[in-house]
């Protein structure tokens, strides 16, 4: 039996899916959990025009709005409310293989938090791409070419069959 827990985060959402290969069976990948970063999803959060230029000795400067600060906090909570849940998700259900799929600047941020991820009796791979609007089928697909699951089995047409 193939047994993982994938997580297929953006800085805005995260999908949290189990992944089960028994014997003869079909592969299954089913989504567990969706998580939202609350700050990521509001819109109009920032305007788009800085707070503003002052005159500063040497040429004319803008303030600090301290945007990509604020950003990077909000991601941080979200990336260890991602790994809480995986962490939950590996305990309850008994994984040993953790696929964590996020954009690089993401896989780093989450990286920062996955301490409790890091067991000798856990298989942690990452993959680096953003693979957040894939549709659950297309995340199998996808990560099956990468072989870290069983491709799904494809239903096949009769000999002379047309589609």
Known sequence: MKRACIAIVDAAHARLFTYQQVEADEPTLREERDLVSAGRQMHDMFSDSKPGNRWQEGGRGSTDD?????????????????????????????????????????????????????????????????????????????????????????ATLPRGARR
Request: hydrophobic fraction near 45%.
């Open 66 to 154: 301290h945007r990509t600060a604020h950003l990077a906090e909000m991601d941080s909570k979200f990336a260890k409310r991602i790994v809480e849940e995986v962490t939950q998700l590996v305990r309850e259900q008994g994984f040993h293989h953790v696929i964590i799929v996020a954009s690089p600047k993401m896989l780093g941020t989450l990286r920062q938090f996955d301490g409790a991820l890091r067991r000798n009796d856990l298989i942690v791979d990452e993959v680096a791409q953003d693979l957040a609007w894939l549709s659950p089928p297309q995340v199998h697909d996808h990560l099956a070419a990468m072989k870290l699951i069983d491709p799904r089995p494809r």
